[in-house]
C-alpha cells in the first residue's frame, strides 16, 4: 500500500481570500457539502475571528461535516483568534485550529517587528494554547518558503515540542523553485527530531505557475498532506489546484509511493460550482477541469485519439467526471474526423463523397473557429442536392 497523503482544501479559507471570490455563509455550506463528496480529508472553514460571519460559516461547517471530515480554523499567533476558532469549532467532532506566525527575515523584520527568539516564544506558546482547547494543532510557520533552514528547524522543532499534531510548511509567496523546496521538507525531515510522528503539510502559492510542482517535491520528500483549493482559487495568483495534485498523485502513484482518497469523478462539478458562486471563471485550457482540457482540434492528434485515445490524452476524461473526448473540428481537422462525427450522425461517406464533403467543409472551417453538427448536415445535404441535380 502507499502512502495516504491527506488533501486539506482551504477553498473556503484562502480560495476565499481570492479578491473578487468572497462567499457568504449560505454559499459556503453549499462548496462544503461538495468538499464532503470529493471526500477530502480536511475543510479550513474559514478563519473565525475576522468576522461574525466567517465565525458563523465555521460553526455551521463544523455541524455539517460530522465525523465525515475534520473541520478547521484559521487563527494567528494570538489568544484572542485562538479563543474564537474553539469557539467556532465547539460542536465539530472532529475539529483543528490552524495556529501560526511568519518566520522569514521580512515577516520577522518588517511585518512583526519580533527577533527570532521572540518569534519562537510566541509559536510555543500559540501551540500550547490552542493545545488547551482540541487535540490536533496545526502550526503554520508563514513565509517558510524564504526562511533561513536553521532557523525553520528551530521553529519547527518548537511547535512539535508543543504538542502540534501537524506542521504546514508554505511557500506563501510562491518563490520558491520546485527543486529547492523539495530540499527544504527535506533538511526539517532529516533535522527536526520526532518529526516522523507528525503530519508533515505543504501549502504553495502559484506566483511563478509552481503551485502544483512545489506540492510534489514536498510529497517526494516526506509531506503527507497537500493544502489546495478547487480550481486553484487563492491570494493572488492562487494555491495548488486540488484537481492537479490528486490527478498528478494518481498518475504516478507508484513512484511518488502516495495515494489520495479523493473521489475524483466529483473533479468537473466541484470545479463549475466554485466557479459559479464566486463567479471566477476557469480559463479553457486550466489542466484537468478547463473546457478543452480534453478537447482535441488538429488532425493528427483526432486521427491519434480516434484510433487509441491514450495516444494523446494521460487520463480517462470519465475519471474527473468530464464525460468523454471531443474532437472539436476546425480547419486543423482531417478527414478521419469528419468521417468520424459524421458517422456518429448517421452518414456513412467512403471515397469522392468524403472527398467532397471534406472540401466544403474545409471551406467553411476557413471562415469560422468551429464547425458544428447543424454545418455537418447542411454540408452532407448540400452535396446530396448537387449529385441530385
Ligand atoms: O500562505 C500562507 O502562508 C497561508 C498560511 C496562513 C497557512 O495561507
Ligand atoms: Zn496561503
Known sequence: MTR??????????????????????????????????LNVDVIEAGFPISSPGDFESVRRIAELAGDQATVCALTRAVEKDIDSAADALKYAKRPRIHTGIGVSPSHLQDKLRITEEECLKRTAHCVSYAKQFVEDVQFYAEDAGRSDYDFLVRVIQTAIDNGATVVNIPDTTGYSLPEEFGRRIKYLMDNVNGIENVTVAVHCHNDLGMATALAMEGVKNGATQIECTINGLGERAGNTAMEEVVMAIRMHEQELDAHTDVNTREFLKASRLVSSITGMNVQANKAIVGANAFAHSSGIHQDGVLKKRDTYEIIDPADVGAGQSQIVLTARSGHAALKHRLEELGYELEGEALDQVYGAFLD????????????LESLVNERDRNENA
Open 4 to 37: 495516504k497523503i491527506q488533501i486539506f482544501d482551504t477553498t473556503l479559507r484562502d480560495g476565499e481570500q481570492s479578491p473578487g471570490a468572497s462567499m457568504n455563509t449560505e454559499e459556503k455550506l453549499v462548496v462544503a457539502r461538495e468538499l464532503l463528496r
Open 364 to 375: 467553411l472551417a476557413d471562415k469560422k473557429k468551429e464547425v458544428y453538427d447543424e454545418d
